[in-house]
């Protein structure tokens, strides 16, 4: 017997993590390093080290979701595989109950939500805060180096109503090129021959202090249509000052947001009485959505013995696709309750449950109709 739980044990659980890496590596990382790259592209004055401490605070974030569908892949493909080759009857026949044959599922089912109760709990939320501490940390040096917030020979879009385009060399911004918007129109166009900057995030209303240098100008004319009229203005020198209060906001304090707390912390915010019902919602919703998710091995698992056997396929494509098709489900009403969680009198804290509740009743139903053959 020690043998054949050892064998399940196995096949569950390499498969299992083979899984989270496939997923994590492919799905996840692909798009960090993506993005990362991109704008390592633009701003290469970025350090590495930052880059890399930011992918390995992504990773613990992507754990919560690549665990439970790994988990399920697995076992949908092992179950499926064991009954396509005869072992699962095998196993019958030598008398062995269905639920006997599963306690090695139910075990590393266990440790799969130990894992998850533990990544939801403690290792997100220290990482969201991480994640943020380090947003602070590029805010600062971008006080230190203005010249970071621009990408090399690429148009800056980040800038509310400005696009902006200059080839970044010895502390300068030259060839700059500015277009300032306004519903979608250009309502003035510079060009400069260089550009100094400066900024200034410390004020009410924070800075982008930009000092040109052999500056030409197209404004509107007397229409005030620059698509019909416009003005030239040549001067040897202009000062533009751009707002970046949108750029400044994240440096705000965001260690309050639901996401971001600790459970302590968490558990505090829901019995904290001052609070409006609708942000103790959020909390309360929260707060079950971390324990909820953490359960999601347990009932994939139930769901996916059954559903494995049944299918009696080798196919791993088959496998992948059941598992997704069951996954995004799951998640989608996962999410649909999320979306409601400062909605108090739907009782989103509850919402979050329903499909745990509805997948583990079809589980149980299957499995007990499947343990009776």
Sequence with gaps: MRLLDRYIAKQILVSSLFAVAVIIVILVLGNVFKEILRELAKRPDLSI????????????????????FSFLTSILLTFG?????????????????????????????????????????????????????MK?????????????LFPDQSVMTELPDHLIYARKEDGVL???QMIKMKDNLPQVIAIAKEARVTVDLESASPELLVVMEDVNLLVPGQSGDM????????????????????????????????????????????AD???????????????????AFSVSCLTFGLIGVPLGITAQRRESTAGFVLSMVIAVTYYVML???????????????????????????IGVAMFAKLAKR
């Design 227 to 270: 698509l019909q009229v416009t003005q030239p203005i040549f001067m040897e020198e202009a000062t533009a000052a751009v707002s970046i209060a949108s750029f400044a906001s994240r440096n705000e304090d965001v260690s309050d947001q639901p996401e971001n707390l600790g459970l302590r912390p968490l558990f505090a915010k829901v």
């Design 49 to 68: 080290l930052f880059v890399l401490k930011f992918i390995v605070l992504v990773i613990p974030i992507s754990l919560s979701l690549a665990i439970p």
């Design 174 to 176: 030259r060839g700059f």
């Design 273 to 291: 009485e001052s609070l409006t019902p609708e942000d103790r919602a959020m909390y309360r919703t929260q707060l079950s959505m971390r324990f």
């Design 81 to 133: 595989r064991l009954s396509a080759d005869s072992e699962f009857v095998s196993m019958r026949m030598a008398g062995l109950s269905l639920w006997r044959i599963c306690l090695p599922v139910a075990v590393v089912a266990m440790f799969f939500t130990a894992i998850c109760a533990w990544v939801n709990l403690s290792v997100t939320p220290a990482a969201k805060n991480e994640m943020e501490g």
């Design 136 to 148: 602070d940390s590029l805010i600062n040096l971008v006080k230190r180096e203005p010249m970071l």
């Design 335 to 361: 999410t649909a309750a999320q979306i409601m969680q400062s909605n108090e009198k739907v009782y989103p804290h509850l919402l979050v449950w329903v499909p745990n509740i509805l997948f583990l009743s």
